[in-house]
């Protein structure tokens, strides 16, 4: 297991590094008949990060030859680039926790090697900037040496982890009087490590009449300042009463914690 790990280290020292030196705009290599048939990031979901906690997630990557796999040269980096100030630069790159992954052999010619890497929020996102579409560059190689190198084998959104909170007033409340129902929509800054509000997105508010389990969608509010939701409605029944936003290609979605109001 030592020698292994020892090869897939130096493996991965050798992506890495050219890698680096070709930058963001280094191209596809193959050498041969080895393919990447399939590469799955955080089984399909999205990366989604707030302000303090590291995200663990896993990168498979399946590949084939007719000579088979070297499980210790199958090896995938996520990265976000180019920079803004350096064009070259990957700016955002996060690298497996161990580089010799666990690899499953399929049969003589294809294998899947799966990678566990960490995202920490306070320092591989780099800024708010990197929000959005993140790619993978896996690489693979068979018993025979031959060898594919893939730029974008696969990409996957890095989301920003955003909150809702709801307040319904007055409680209780009596029937056909007006309710006013106020929240606010923030999202995680990847810059101050703080949650700041989310402006100018449609948040849709919601409600669940007492002794059901289906929320309806009563309208539609577009947040303001510092991300605040404010509207009335008519108070018709006891129930349940919440905020619900779709997110965006770099916020995640989010759903607040329901109020209930009394209706007399």
């Known amino acids: 297991m030592r020698q292994r790990s020892t090869v897939a280290a130096v493996a991965g020292a050798l992506v890495l590094s050219a890698f680096a030196v070709s930058g963001a705009a280094q191209a596809d ?41 070297k499980e210790d040269y199958t090896f995938p980096v996520l990265w976000h680039g180019p920079g803004q100030v350096m064009p070259d630069d990957p700016y955002g790159l996060v690298v497996p926790d161990d580089v010799s992954g ?43 040496w031959d060898y594919v190198g ?22 209780p409340v009596k029937k056909g009087k007006t309710l006013t129902v106020s929240g606010s929509l923030t999202r995680a800054d990847w810059e101050t490590y703080k949650y700041a509000g989310y402006t100018g997105q449609p948040v849709k508010l919601q409600f669940r009449k007492k002794g059901t389990s289906t929320y309806t969608t009563v309208k539609t509010v577009t947040t303001g300042t510092g991300g605040a939701l404010k509207t009335t409605v008519k108070a018709a ?28």
């Not at 929000?131 to 190689?141: H, L, M, N, P, Q």
């Not at 920003?160 to 319904?168: D, E, S």
Request: glycine share 6%; proline share 3%.
């Open 29 to 69: 290599e193959a050498v041969g008949d080895t393919k990447i048939t399939k590469v799955v990031v955080n089984g399909g979901s999205d990366i989604v990060l707030g302000t303090t906690n590291p995200k663990t997630f896993t990168i498979a990557v399946t590949a084939t030859d007719d000579s088979g796999i």
């Open 102 to 144: 666990d690899c499953v052999v399929h049969n003589a010619t294809t294998t899947t090697c799966t990678f566990t890497l960490t995202m920490n929020p306070r320092i591989d996102p780099q800024d708010n900037t990197t929000a959005g579409t993140w790619k993978v560059r896996a690489s693979a190689s068979g018993n025979d």
């Open 150 to 171: 893939k730029d974008v084998a696969a990409t996957v959104q890095v989301k920003r982890y955003a909150k809702l909170t709801v307040n319904a007033s007055p409680e």
């Open 237 to 264: 029944a006891d129930g349940y009463w919440r905020w619900s936003f779709a997110g965006t290609s770099t916020t995640s979605t989010a759903t607040a914690t329901a109020d209930s109001v009394d209706v007399q």
